[in-house]
C-alpha cells in the first residue's frame, strides 16, 4: 500500500523560505515519478516540481527558486522553497506514480493530504 504524508508548511513573509518534507512509504523508487503539486483557493491543481529516474524537473514558475530532492533511504521527498513569493500560496500537495508526464496530476494515483503553505506580503 502507498503512503504519503507531508510536513513542513506554515507561514512565511515574501523572500522567506520553507521545507517540505513527504514521507512516502509502499514504493520502489526507482520505478516511480514524485512530485510536488499545489492548490490555490478556487485554482486547479498545478505541477510545481517532481522526480523522474533521478531527475528532477521543474515547472518555470519554481526554476531556480525550489530544489526538489529525494533520499530512498529515509523514504523522504523533499522541496526546498526559497525567495517565496505570495502567489506560491496554496495546499501543497505529494504525489507518487509509475507516470509518463512528471508534472501533469492526472499521471498521479497516490497524494498525500496536503499542506498549507502562506506567503504573505
Known amino acids: 500500500q502507498v503512503q504519503l504524508e507531508e510536513s513542513g508548511g506554515g507561514s512565511v513573509q515574501a523572500g522567506g523560505s520553507l521545507t517540505l518534507s513527504c514521507v512516502v512509504s509502499?514504493?520502489?523508487?526507482?520505478?516511480?515519478?514524485m512530485g510536488w503539486f499545489r492548490q490555490a483557493p478556487g485554482k486547479k491543481r498545478e505541477g510545481v516540481a517532481a522526480?523522474?529516474?533521478?531527475?528532477?524537473i521543474y515547472t518555470e514558475s519554481a526554476e531556480g527558486r525550489f530544489t526538489i530532492f529525494q533520499d530512498s533511504a529515509k523514504k523522504t521527498l523533499t522541496l526546498q522553497m526559497n525567495s517565496l513569493k505570495p502567489e506560491d500560496t496554496g495546499v501543497y500537495y505529494c504525489a507518487a506514480d509509475m507516470c509518463l508526464q512528471p508534472l501533469y496530476s492526472d499521471d498521479y494515483r497516490h497524494w498525500g493530504q496536503g499542506t498549507q503553505v502562506t506567503v504573505s506580503s
Open positions: 509502499g514504493i520502489t523508487y526507482s520505478d516511480y515519478c
Open positions: 522526480i523522474d529516474q533521478n531527475k528532477a
